[in-house]
């Protein structure tokens, strides 16, 4: 993973990754005590994956974003 940095001025880059982090607290992370790194690591790659494959979102038309990325494909 490599850490991104929006371009100077434009702090709305950053915008869809901070939304992202809340929801990821909120879902899995706040109220949870974790004891270990390695703990908290695997919650967050299970979630990443969660989010992209199972989780369904109003937004996207109530897909997973690999569904919507999948329709997008098609299109083209």
């Given at each position: 993973?490599?850490q991104?940095?929006?371009?100077?001025?434009?702090c709305?880059?950053?915008?869809?990754?901070?939304?992202?982090?809340?929801?990821?607290?909120?879902?899995?992370?706040?109220?949870?005590?974790?004891?270990?790194?390695?703990?908290?690591?695997?919650?967050i790659?299970?979630?990443?994956?969660?989010y992209?494959?199972?989780?369904?979102?109003?937004?996207?038309?109530?897909?997973?974003?690999?569904e919507?990325?999948?329709s997008?494909t098609?299109?083209?």
């Amino acid at each position: 993973m490599q850490q991104s940095m929006s371009r100077v001025g434009k702090c709305i880059d950053n915008g869809p990754m901070e939304g992202f982090w809340g929801i990821l607290k909120r879902e899995r992370y706040y109220g949870k005590r974790f004891h270990d790194r390695e703990t908290l690591v695997t919650m967050i790659s299970e979630y990443i994956d969660y989010y992209n494959n199972k989780r369904l979102q109003r937004n996207l038309g109530v897909l997973t974003p690999m569904e919507k990325h999948a329709s997008y494909t098609l299109a083209a």
